[in-house]
């Protein structure tokens, strides 16, 4: 039997080299510096009106797809200027890619539709009605070639055929959808928010395969996948990060995380997850083996800094957030309000290995 034993560190310890060798694993090793040091590299104001959600890195153009809730803006961290916009995106969520046919897709929530732009030039050519209401998070899975919509107000997946732009179906959830990731193998994953569930979806039947609880997870949010050794990564309303079997559905540990979190991403290359928090922090999470994991730093961000989208090339994380007024008083008429934004002060933050 052939075993690849990577030492990420020489004190790893005789208990975890000798779970290595009974399983047949792989130990992660580092990349170059300490998996710890990261940092906020660079801070960029960007400006505008108007509030943010998901954004999205284009590795292959070096550009960020920014939602900013009736278009997207689109940035260059090589210029560090806006470089374009999409246009006519009503309530727009998210921000899917499909880098094979040069097309990506957003999700309009006021609109309950899906627009569709040219990689190119962003250029709008397509728009879908779908069935779902307020669709959310969307994802792109190349295998099979569709978009997955996840419709927050609906409780459903809407399917489209990514090559057509016909939408094949709708499929019920059960709960209010968060994100999703795929494993390349034919299953979708999807956090179910007010249930503390996740669903798997079996994409040649397009049903619910199997429905899993998260507890000790309370409303998951973000999700990230390490494909390899089949494990997902869940951040969780009540400061917790629960990382899932991909295959059996098991709650293999759970690591605490910092308040508010909205995000998650896992660089396969270093080892790591990473969860975006409200508070003002990124937590960095070291898979020392697919059985083992330990937060390893708090980086400070910026409060609000809650979505997060990570380029796997230069390992850089990217992040969100703009400064807010003291929140005015409750009226009859107003009885929850919101703080102000301060005007143009919505800015890209950036962090980066040491």
């Not at 550009?63 to 260059?76: G, K, Y």
């Not at 879908?128 to 996840?150: C, Q, S």
Request: charged share 20%; aromatic share 6%.
């Amino acid at each position: 039997m052939r075993f690849s034993i990577l030492l990420r560190y020489s004190a790893l310890g005789a208990s975890c080299l000798l779970f290595a060798l009974m399983q047949g694993c792989v130990l992660l090793a580092p990349q170059g510096a300490s998996v710890k040091d990261y940092a906020l590299v660079d801070r960029v104001m960007i400006g505008g009106p108007a509030g943010w959600d998901f954004i999205t890195f284009d590795t292959a153009r070096q550009r960020l797809f920014i939602s900013r809730a009736d278009r997207v803006q689109v940035w260059s961290p090589e210029s560090k200027n806006l470089v374009g916009e999409i246009a006519g995106t009503a309530g727009v969520h998210g921000v899917a890619l499909a880098q094979d046919l040069q097309r990506g897709f957003t999700t309009n929530g006021r609109a309950n539709s899906v627009s569709v732009f040219r990689l190119d030039d962003l250029r709008v050519t397509d728009t879908i009605t779908i069935p779902g209401a307020n669709p959310d998070a969307l994802l792109y899975e190349p295998r099979f070639k569709r978009v997955y919509t996840f419709n927050g107000r609906s409780g459903d997946a809407t399917v489209i055929d990514a090559v057509t732009l016909k939408v094949l179906t709708n499929i019920a959830l059960g709960g209010k959808p968060e994100v999703a990731v795929s494993d390349g193998a034919g299953h979708v994953f999807v956090n179910i928010e007010d249930t503390s569930e996740m669903l798997v979806i079996d994409e040649t039947a397009n049903k619910v395969q199997a429905r899993w609880s998260l507890s000790p997870c309370s409303e998951p949010t973000g999700l990230a996948i390490d494909v390899a050794h089949k494990r997902l990564f869940s951040v969780c309303a009540n400061n917790k990060m629960v990382i899932i079997d991909a295959v059996t559905g098991r709650v293999v540990t759970d690591v605490a995380i910092g308040a508010e979190p909205d995000s998650a991403a896992f660089d396969a290359e270093l080892g790591l997850a990473f969860s975006s928090n409200g508070d003002g922090s990124l937590t960095v999470v070291h898979e020392v083996d697919p059985e083992h994991f330990s937060v390893v730093a708090n980086v400070p961000t910026q409060a609000r800094a809650r979505t997060m989208s990570l380029d796997p090339v230069s390992h850089r994380i990217y992040l969100v957030t703009a400064v807010f007024g003291p929140t005015p008083e409750a009226t009859s008429t107003n009885p929850k309000p919101r703080p102000p934004m301060l005007p143009d002060s919505f800015s890209v933050l950036v962090l980066a290995p040491k």
